[in-house]
């Protein structure tokens, strides 16, 4: 049974039509935005263009296959217990889309071009198909599982570093997230001494894909949620690359501390934020 096509149509059809018309949509109304509300902090941001952006992928996605499950970060109470139960009252759907309907806010209120709209579908709790799309550049990363992975319709491949002195890095700063803050500002500590250079651009997904298309060597952030993660971590592993948590378990839809690369340098940037203590928090 393909999993991928129920009664013709196609998941990964959808996913891409819907990350495209909720990207350019966003980028509609970019420096237009009325209101920032804060979730739960100054730095912990949401606008009326990230929930009406969940509204309409989740309108577009529940009008074509209405008995699936959907997780979307607006839909869900700000913190990582609400989060976490989130995420475990939908886990066992056979079904289940994950969607983070802006990944980047903060760049999106300042018009820094560098954020996204991230589109998973699991089935049966691992995930078959991720889309990620970028308005500001107009690129859609979509893989599905099985199949590779593909961005502009070319195949797209891990990059070839095989030492972190040769790798380009990211990770994310936190700054709301009171635990997963020093956590991540050690693992920097550590790594930037071990790396060729780090890059901290603000949307968890996009640098993800970015690992996928070689771009980025590697990604590694503490404290994240599965819709940051799930389409992304797919990208990854259909490119060649590999995704575990900080610790070296492979990729789940729980994991919460993320480490993607092309794969030759994983173990080294494992060991790396293990002998620094900051795997988590
Ligand atoms: P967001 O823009 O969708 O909120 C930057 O470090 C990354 O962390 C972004 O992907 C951002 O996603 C995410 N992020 C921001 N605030 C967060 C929070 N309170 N909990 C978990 N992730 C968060
Ligand atoms: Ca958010
Ligand atoms: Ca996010
Ligand atoms: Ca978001």
């Known amino acids: 049974q393909e999993p991928y096509v129920v009664g013709g149509k196609s998941f990964t059809a959808v996913a ?11 980028k509609s109304r970019l ?28 309108n577009l996605i ?54 996204s709209v991230s589109i998973a579908l699991a089935y049966q709790g691992e995930v078959v198909v991720g889309v990620i ?27 070839a570093e095989s030492k972190l002195s040769d790798s380009l890095i990211a990770t994310g700063l936190p700054a709301d997230r009171l635990g997963a803050l020093p956590a991540n500002l050690s693992g920097i500590q550590a790594l930037a001494p071990k790396v060729r250079n780090i890059r901290v651009a603000g949307s968890a997904a996009l640098h993800l894909a970015y690992v996928a298309c070689g771009r980025l060597t590697g990604f590694w952030e503490i404290g994240l949620n599965s819709w940051d993660i799930a389409a ?27 480490i993607g690369t092309n794969g030759r340098v994983h173990q080294e940037l494992q060991q790396g934020l293990a002998d620094s203590g900051a795997t988590g928090f």
Not at 35 to 50: A, R
Not at 143 to 150: C, D, F, L, R
């Open 16 to 26: 891409i039509n819907t990350a495209a018309k909720a990207g350019q949509w966003i």
């Open 31 to 58: 420096g237009a935005h009325n209101s920032v509300d804060m979730k739960y902090s100054s730095h912990d941001l949401v606008t009326e263009v990230d929930k009406g952006s969940e509204k309409m992928i989740r």
């Open 62 to 115: 529940m009008t074509h296959f209405p008995n699936h499950s959907f997780l979307g970060e607006e839909g869900v109470e700000p913190g990582p217990a609400a989060s976490a139960q989130a995420l475990q009252n939908v886990r066992d759907a056979e079904y289940l889309w994950i969607v983070d309907p802006i990944d980047g806010t903060t760049n999106f209120i300042h018009g820094f071009p560098f954020y």
């Open 133 to 159: 799309y970028d308005p500001s550049r107009d690129e859609l990363f979509v893989a599905e599982k099985g199949k590779g992975a593909y961005v502009h319709g070319q195949k797209m491949s891990v990059s």
């Open 232 to 258: 992304g971590a797919l990208l990854i592993q259909e490119s060649g690359g590999q995704v575990t948590d900080t610790e070296g378990k492979p990729y789940t839809l729980d994991v919460r501390n993320i």
